[in-house]
C-alpha cells in the first residue's frame, strides 16, 4: 500500500479527470448540443473512468468513488483510518474539475440560458445547472416540470441503489484475484463500458449519479457559481438521499453480492 500522501495524490487527479471528462461532455451535450442521444455522454464518461483508472490505480487503487471507498472498507478490509482523507481528495478533485469545467464552458452556459430565457438561480434554471449536479429525471437542458416527471422520487433511489449495485459487484469481480476468469490488465476497460452501459440504460432517468462525490462536489460548486439554493432544492431532499445515500447503499449491497456469494465460490 503506498503512503497515504501518494495515495490521496491518486484520488484526487483520478476523480478530476473523471468528473472534467464527465462534466466537460455533459456541458457539450446541454450547450451546444455537440452530443447526439444519451450513448455518446454514456462512452465519454465510460472511456474518462477508464483513463482515470489507468493513471491512479498503482497510487491508491482507484476508488474515484465515496461508494466504493465505503464498501471496500466494510467487505474488503479496507484500512478504516483513510476513509474520511480518500473521500475528502475525491471531493477535492471533483470540486476542482467544475471549476475547470466552468472555466472552459462559462460562456457557452450564459448564452444557452439567454437562448432559453432561463434566468441562473431561479426556478428552471437546473436546466443549465445540470451541467454540474443531477437531476431526476434527466432536465436534457429543459426546467423541470412536472409533465417532465416520468421518474418518481423512490424509483429515482431504487434506480440508483441498484445500480451502484451492480458497479460496484462488477468492479470488485474484476479486479478479484481469486477470479481465475478476470480480464488481466483490462478491469479499467470492463469498469468504464459498465457505467457506458448503465448511463444508457437510466441515464433519461436519473442522470446516472452511482458516485457521490462526483455529485455533491459539483453540485455545491454549481450553487457557489450563481444557481444558489436550485441544486438542493429543484428536487427537494434527492441530493441527499438519491445521489449521496443510495449510491452508499447501493456500494454496500453490490460489495455483499460479491463477498458473501462469489468470492466464496471463486475460493472453492
Same mark, same amino acid.
Given at each position: 500500500?503506498?503512503?497515504?500522501?501518494?495515495? =490521496?495524490?491518486?484520488?484526487?487527479?483520478?476523480?478530476?479527470?473523471?468528473? @472534467?471528462?464527465?462534466?466537460?461532455?455533459?456541458?457539450?451535450?446541454?450547450?451546444?448540443?455537440?452530443?447526439?442521444?444519451?450513448? &455518446?455522454?454514456?462512452?465519454?464518461?465510460?472511456?474518462?473512468?477508464?483513463?482515470?483508472?489507468?493513471?491512479?490505480?498503482?497510487?491508491?487503487?482507484?476508488? *474515484?468513488?465515496?461508494?466504493?471507498?465505503?464498501? !471496500?472498507?466494510?467487505? &474488503?478490509?479496507?484500512?478504516?483510518?483513510?476513509? =474520511?482523507?480518500?473521500?475528502? !481528495? &475525491?471531493?477535492?478533485?471533483?470540486?476542482?474539475? !467544475?471549476?475547470?469545467?466552468?472555466?472552459?464552458?462559462?460562456?457557452?452556459?450564459?448564452? @444557452?440560458?439567454?437562448?432559453?430565457?432561463?434566468?441562473?438561480?431561479?426556478? #428552471?434554471?437546473?436546466? +443549465?445547472?445540470?451541467? @454540474?449536479?443531477?437531476?431526476?429525471?434527466?432536465? #436534457?437542458? $429543459?426546467?423541470?416540470?412536472? !409533465?417532465?416527471?416520468?421518474?418518481?422520487?423512490?424509483?429515482?433511489?431504487?434506480?440508483?441503489?441498484?445500480?451502484?449495485?451492480?458497479?460496484?459487484?462488477?468492479?470488485? %469481480?474484476?479486479?478479484?484475484? $481469486?477470479?481465475?476468469?478476470?480480464?488481466?490488465? =483490462?478491469?479499467?476497460?470492463?469498469?468504464?463500458?459498465?457505467?457506458?452501459?448503465?448511463?444508457?440504460?437510466?441515464?433519461? *432517468?436519473?442522470?446516472? %449519479?452511482?458516485?457521490?462525490?462526483?455529485? *455533491?462536489?459539483?453540485?455545491?460548486? +454549481?450553487?457557489?457559481?450563481?444557481?444558489?439554493?436550485?441544486?438542493?432544492?429543484?428536487?427537494?431532499? #434527492?441530493?441527499?438521499?438519491?445521489?449521496?445515500?443510495?449510491?452508499? /447503499?447501493?456500494?454496500?449491497?453490490?460489495?455483499?453480492?460479491?463477498? /458473501?456469494?462469489? &468470492?466464496?465460490?471463486?475460493?472453492?
Amino acid at each position: 500500500m503506498k503512503p497515504l500522501q501518494t495515495a =490521496l495524490i491518486g484520488e484526487l487527479i483520478g476523480t478530476f479527470l473523471m468528473v @472534467f471528462f464527465g462534466c466537460g461532455c455533459v456541458a457539450t451535450a446541454i450547450t451546444t448540443e455537440a452530443q447526439s442521444g444519451i450513448f &455518446q455522454v454514456a462512452i465519454v464518461w465510460g472511456l474518462g473512468i477508464a483513463i482515470a483508472i489507468h493513471c491512479t490505480a498503482a497510487l491508491s487503487g482507484a476508488h *474515484l468513488n465515496p461508494a466504493v471507498t465505503i464498501a !471496500a472498507t466494510v467487505w &474488503q478490509g479496507f484500512n478504516k483510518g483513510r476513509v =474520511l482523507p480518500y473521500i475528502s !481528495a &475525491q471531493m477535492i478533485g471533483a470540486f476542482l474539475a !467544475a471549476c475547470i469545467v466552468y472555466v472552459i464552458f462559462g460562456d457557452a452556459i450564459q448564452v @444557452f440560458e439567454s437562448t432559453n430565457h432561463i434566468v441562473r438561480g431561479l426556478a #428552471g434554471s437546473e436546466a +443549465s445547472a445540470a451541467v @454540474f449536479g443531477e437531476f431526476f429525471p434527466n432536465p #436534457g437542458g $429543459n426546467p423541470l416540470s412536472e !409533465a417532465a416527471a416520468i421518474v418518481s422520487f423512490w424509483r429515482a433511489f431504487g434506480i440508483e441503489v441498484i445500480c451502484t449495485a451492480v458497479l460496484v459487484l462488477v468492479i470488485f %469481480c474484476v479486479e478479484d484475484p $481469486n477470479n481465475q476468469e478476470r480480464p488481466q490488465g =483490462l478491469a479499467p476497460a470492463y469498469i468504464g463500458l459498465t457505467v457506458t452501459l448503465l448511463i444508457s440504460l437510466v441515464g433519461p *432517468l436519473t442522470m446516472a %449519479c452511482f458516485n457521490p462525490a462526483r455529485d *455533491l462536489a459539483p453540485r455545491l460548486f +454549481s450553487s457557489l457559481a450563481g444557481w444558489g439554493s436550485i441544486p438542493f432544492t429543484a428536487n427537494g431532499n #434527492g441530493w441527499l438521499v438519491v445521489y449521496l445515500l443510495g449510491p452508499i /447503499l447501493g456500494g454496500l449491497i453490490g460489495g455483499g453480492v460479491h463477498r /458473501l456469494l462469489l &468470492q466464496v465460490g471463486y475460493r472453492a
